[in-house]
Protein backbone atom coordinates (compact mmCIF):
# COMPACT_ATOMS: atom_id res chain seq x y z
CA UNK A 1 0.00 0.00 0.00
CA UNK A 2 1.55 3.53 -1.05
CA UNK A 3 1.16 6.51 -2.89
CA UNK A 4 3.73 7.04 -6.36
CA UNK A 5 2.92 10.71 -6.51
CA UNK A 6 5.09 11.82 -3.36
CA UNK A 7 8.31 12.08 -3.26
CA UNK A 8 8.84 11.10 0.81
CA UNK A 9 5.97 11.13 2.73
CA UNK A 10 3.15 7.81 2.16
CA UNK A 11 5.70 5.85 0.10
CA UNK A 12 5.27 3.23 2.29
CA UNK A 13 1.80 2.84 4.51
CA UNK A 14 0.73 0.61 6.70
CA UNK A 15 -2.85 0.12 7.19
CA UNK A 16 -4.29 -1.37 10.59
CA UNK A 17 -8.66 -1.61 10.54
CA UNK A 18 -8.22 -0.98 14.04
CA UNK A 19 -5.41 -0.19 16.51
CA UNK A 20 -5.00 1.94 19.99
CA UNK A 21 -2.90 4.54 18.93
CA UNK A 22 -1.19 5.29 15.36
CA UNK A 23 1.61 7.52 17.13
CA UNK A 24 2.52 3.97 18.98
CA UNK A 25 2.13 1.78 16.69
CA UNK A 26 4.43 4.10 14.74
CA UNK A 27 6.90 4.60 17.64
CA UNK A 28 7.07 0.68 18.01
CA UNK A 29 7.71 0.01 13.85
CA UNK A 30 10.15 2.48 14.88
CA UNK A 31 11.85 1.05 17.65
CA UNK A 32 11.48 -2.16 15.43
CA UNK A 33 13.36 -1.10 12.26
CA UNK A 34 10.63 -1.40 10.31
CA UNK A 35 10.15 1.96 8.90
CA UNK A 36 11.69 4.17 5.68
CA UNK A 37 11.38 7.98 6.06
CA UNK A 38 7.86 9.23 5.56
CA UNK A 39 6.33 6.27 6.17
CA UNK A 40 2.52 6.46 7.59
CA UNK A 41 0.58 4.23 9.62
CA UNK A 42 -3.03 4.94 9.16
CA UNK A 43 -6.27 3.34 10.85
CA UNK A 44 -10.31 3.43 10.45
CA UNK A 45 -11.11 3.12 14.38
CA UNK A 46 -8.46 4.29 16.86
CA UNK A 47 -9.66 3.28 19.95
CA UNK A 48 -7.10 5.01 22.33
CA UNK A 49 -6.12 8.13 21.00
CA UNK A 50 -3.64 10.54 22.46
CA UNK A 51 -3.91 14.19 22.14
CA UNK A 52 -1.56 17.17 23.26
CA UNK A 53 -1.37 17.75 27.19
CA UNK A 54 -2.24 14.37 27.91
CA UNK A 55 -6.14 14.69 26.77
CA UNK A 56 -7.36 11.96 24.32
CA UNK A 57 -8.86 12.17 20.54
CA UNK A 58 -11.82 10.95 20.16
CA UNK A 59 -12.63 9.95 16.33
CA UNK A 60 -15.75 7.79 14.96
CA UNK A 61 -14.49 5.04 13.38
CA UNK A 62 -14.70 5.07 9.67
CA UNK A 63 -15.33 8.50 9.86
CA UNK A 64 -12.40 10.39 10.06
CA UNK A 65 -8.44 10.29 9.07
CA UNK A 66 -6.49 8.84 11.97
CA UNK A 67 -2.76 8.61 11.00
CA UNK A 68 0.76 9.20 12.17
CA UNK A 69 3.91 9.94 10.15
CA UNK A 70 7.60 8.45 10.52
CA UNK A 71 10.08 11.85 9.97
CA UNK A 72 13.97 11.54 10.54
CA UNK A 73 14.56 15.43 10.46
CA UNK A 74 18.40 15.05 10.81
CA UNK A 75 19.00 17.76 9.09
CA UNK A 76 17.53 19.85 11.37
CA UNK A 77 19.38 21.65 14.75
CA UNK A 78 17.01 20.92 17.39
CA UNK A 79 16.36 24.53 18.34
CA UNK A 80 14.23 24.91 15.28
CA UNK A 81 12.28 21.95 15.93
CA UNK A 82 8.68 24.22 15.84
CA UNK A 83 9.51 23.96 11.89
CA UNK A 84 8.23 20.78 11.86
CA UNK A 85 4.81 21.37 13.58
CA UNK A 86 4.85 24.53 11.29
CA UNK A 87 5.00 22.73 8.14
CA UNK A 88 2.74 20.13 9.26
CA UNK A 89 0.30 22.93 10.42
CA UNK A 90 0.81 24.66 6.94
CA UNK A 91 0.33 21.70 4.95
CA UNK A 92 -3.10 20.79 6.53
CA UNK A 93 -4.37 24.47 6.53
CA UNK A 94 -3.56 24.87 2.84
CA UNK A 95 -5.21 21.00 2.29
CA UNK A 96 -8.40 22.35 4.25
CA UNK A 97 -8.30 25.47 2.35
CA UNK A 98 -8.45 24.84 -0.62
CA UNK A 99 -12.44 23.62 0.26
CA UNK A 100 -13.19 26.26 3.04
CA UNK A 101 -11.40 29.80 2.95
CA UNK A 102 -11.78 30.19 7.05
CA UNK A 103 -8.74 27.97 7.58
CA UNK A 104 -6.65 28.83 10.75
CA UNK A 105 -3.80 27.77 12.25
CA UNK A 106 -4.36 27.49 16.17
CA UNK A 107 -1.20 27.98 17.72
CA UNK A 108 0.63 25.66 18.28
CA UNK A 109 -0.94 23.58 15.09
CA UNK A 110 -4.45 22.89 15.89
CA UNK A 111 -6.81 24.02 12.16
CA UNK A 112 -10.03 25.47 12.70
CA UNK A 113 -12.59 25.95 10.40
CA UNK A 114 -15.16 28.87 10.62
CA UNK A 115 -13.59 29.16 13.99
CA UNK A 116 -14.20 25.49 14.94
CA UNK A 117 -11.48 22.70 15.38
CA UNK A 118 -11.29 20.49 12.36
CA UNK A 119 -7.67 19.02 13.05
CA UNK A 120 -5.76 17.83 16.13
CA UNK A 121 -1.86 17.51 15.70
CA UNK A 122 0.48 15.42 18.19
CA UNK A 123 4.06 15.31 17.32
CA UNK A 124 6.58 13.27 19.26
CA UNK A 125 10.05 13.46 19.00
CA UNK A 126 13.32 11.19 20.25
CA UNK A 127 17.08 12.21 19.94
CA UNK A 128 19.82 11.18 19.17
CA UNK A 129 22.80 13.20 21.11
CA UNK A 130 21.93 16.59 19.21
CA UNK A 131 19.72 15.49 16.36
CA UNK A 132 16.79 14.03 15.74
CA UNK A 133 16.49 10.52 15.38
CA UNK A 134 13.12 10.37 14.59
CA UNK A 135 9.37 12.99 14.42
CA UNK A 136 6.15 10.87 14.66
CA UNK A 137 3.92 13.28 13.10
CA UNK A 138 0.15 11.93 14.36
CA UNK A 139 -2.58 13.83 12.55
CA UNK A 140 -6.34 13.55 13.26
CA UNK A 141 -8.62 15.34 10.40
CA UNK A 142 -12.16 14.98 10.60
CA UNK A 143 -13.70 14.67 7.51
CA UNK A 144 -17.03 13.06 7.93
CA UNK A 145 -18.47 13.02 11.21
CA UNK A 146 -21.61 14.79 11.39
CA UNK A 147 -22.36 15.30 15.26
CA UNK A 148 -20.18 16.00 17.64
CA UNK A 149 -20.06 16.29 21.68
CA UNK A 150 -18.91 19.75 21.69
CA UNK A 151 -20.52 22.69 19.60
CA UNK A 152 -16.48 23.63 19.43
CA UNK A 153 -15.41 20.77 16.30
CA UNK A 154 -16.51 20.51 13.16
CA UNK A 155 -15.62 18.17 10.13
CA UNK A 156 -14.83 19.42 6.27
CA UNK A 157 -18.41 17.65 5.67
CA UNK A 158 -19.99 19.74 8.09
CA UNK A 159 -18.31 22.77 6.82
CA UNK A 160 -19.39 21.91 3.01
CA UNK A 161 -22.25 20.10 3.49
CA UNK A 162 -20.79 17.29 1.24
CA UNK A 163 -19.57 13.42 1.85
CA UNK A 164 -16.12 12.56 0.84
CA UNK A 165 -13.66 9.71 0.62
CA UNK A 166 -11.73 8.89 2.85
CA UNK A 167 -8.99 7.18 0.79
CA UNK A 168 -8.93 10.04 -1.68
CA UNK A 169 -8.81 13.03 0.76
CA UNK A 170 -5.76 11.20 2.70
CA UNK A 171 -3.69 10.49 -0.85
CA UNK A 172 -4.24 14.55 -1.27
CA UNK A 173 -3.45 15.32 2.33
CA UNK A 174 -0.31 13.01 2.02
CA UNK A 175 0.39 15.52 -1.32
CA UNK A 176 0.45 18.34 0.80
CA UNK A 177 2.53 17.32 3.69
CA UNK A 178 5.01 15.86 1.09
CA UNK A 179 5.15 19.07 -0.30
CA UNK A 180 5.81 21.35 2.50
CA UNK A 181 8.29 18.39 4.04
CA UNK A 182 10.30 18.81 1.05
CA UNK A 183 10.39 22.42 1.36
CA UNK A 184 11.07 21.83 4.90
CA UNK A 185 13.99 19.90 3.63
CA UNK A 186 15.43 22.02 1.22
CA UNK A 187 17.28 24.41 4.20
CA UNK A 188 16.37 27.87 2.31
CA UNK A 189 12.65 28.19 3.41
CA UNK A 190 13.03 28.25 6.88
CA UNK A 191 12.17 32.05 6.70
CA UNK A 192 9.63 31.97 4.42
CA UNK A 193 7.73 29.16 6.64
CA UNK A 194 7.36 30.95 9.66
CA UNK A 195 6.52 33.79 8.00
CA UNK A 196 3.47 31.75 6.14
CA UNK A 197 2.74 30.60 9.52
CA UNK A 198 2.01 33.48 10.69
CA UNK A 199 0.39 34.89 8.09
CA UNK A 200 -2.06 31.96 9.02
CA UNK A 201 -2.21 32.31 12.43
CA UNK A 202 -5.27 32.66 14.89
CA UNK A 203 -5.00 35.71 16.53
CA UNK A 204 -2.02 37.02 14.34
CA UNK A 205 -2.32 41.14 14.93
CA UNK A 206 -5.50 40.74 16.21
CA UNK A 207 -7.62 40.52 19.56
CA UNK A 208 -7.91 37.53 21.40
CA UNK A 209 -9.20 36.51 24.56
CA UNK A 210 -6.99 33.34 26.66
CA UNK A 211 -6.68 31.96 30.21
CA UNK A 212 -3.40 32.60 31.71
CA UNK A 213 -2.48 31.81 35.33
CA UNK A 214 -6.87 31.44 35.84
CA UNK A 215 -7.41 34.78 34.51
CA UNK A 216 -9.30 35.54 31.65
CA UNK A 217 -6.31 37.45 29.32
CA UNK A 218 -6.72 40.01 26.32
CA UNK A 219 -4.06 40.69 23.90
CA UNK A 220 -2.83 40.43 20.36
CA UNK A 221 -0.53 37.75 18.30
CA UNK A 222 2.87 39.30 17.64
CA UNK A 223 5.39 36.26 16.78
CA UNK A 224 6.19 32.56 17.58
CA UNK A 225 9.95 32.38 18.74
CA UNK A 226 12.05 29.88 17.08
CA UNK A 227 11.36 27.56 19.82
CA UNK A 228 7.50 27.66 19.45
CA UNK A 229 6.31 29.83 22.39
CA UNK A 230 3.74 32.33 21.34
CA UNK A 231 4.41 36.07 22.02
CA UNK A 232 1.40 38.10 22.73
CA UNK A 233 1.20 41.77 23.46
CA UNK A 234 -1.15 41.95 26.32
CA UNK A 235 -3.91 44.73 26.06
CA UNK A 236 -2.85 45.58 29.98
CA UNK A 237 1.08 45.88 29.75
CA UNK A 238 3.32 47.39 27.84
CA UNK A 239 5.76 44.74 27.03
CA UNK A 240 5.22 41.33 24.62
CA UNK A 241 5.27 38.22 26.51
CA UNK A 242 6.19 34.59 25.71
CA UNK A 243 4.06 31.25 26.58
CA UNK A 244 4.89 28.00 26.17
CA UNK A 245 1.76 25.25 25.82
CA UNK A 246 0.96 24.66 29.21
CA UNK A 247 1.19 28.76 30.17
CA UNK A 248 -2.25 29.42 28.04
CA UNK A 249 -5.62 27.95 27.25
CA UNK A 250 -7.39 29.79 24.35
CA UNK A 251 -10.73 30.66 25.14
CA UNK A 252 -13.34 28.72 22.54
C1 LIG B 1 -4.87 17.33 19.94
O1 LIG B 1 -5.55 18.15 19.34
O2 LIG B 1 -4.87 17.31 21.18
C2 LIG B 1 -4.00 16.38 19.17
C3 LIG B 1 -4.75 15.20 18.64
C4 LIG B 1 -3.89 14.27 17.81
C5 LIG B 1 -4.67 13.08 17.29
C6 LIG B 1 -3.89 12.22 16.33
S1 LIG B 1 -4.92 11.01 15.57
C7 LIG B 1 -3.54 10.14 14.97
C8 LIG B 1 -2.46 10.21 16.03
N1 LIG B 1 -2.56 9.12 16.97
C9 LIG B 1 -2.84 9.54 18.22
O3 LIG B 1 -2.99 8.80 19.21
N2 LIG B 1 -2.97 10.89 18.23
C10 LIG B 1 -2.71 11.45 16.91
Known sequence: NSTQDTLIIGKKVIYLPTCHSTNDIAAEIVHAGLFEEGTVVIT??????????????????????TFSVVLTPRFLPI????????????????????????????????????????????????????????????????????????????????????A?????EFHKLLKYLDAYYVRLRSGFQNDAIRNEYLSHLYGYQQDVKFIHKGNLTKGSVTDVTQLG????????????????????????
Open 44 to 65: DNQVKGRGQRGTAWNANAGENL
Open 164 to 168: FSLAE
Open 79 to 162: QEQFLISQVTALAIRAYLGSYVPDTKVKWPNDIYMNNRKAVGVLIENSLQGTRYSTSIVGIGVNINQAVFENNHATSLARETGS
Open 229 to 252: KIRIKLATEPEELEFGLKEIEWVK
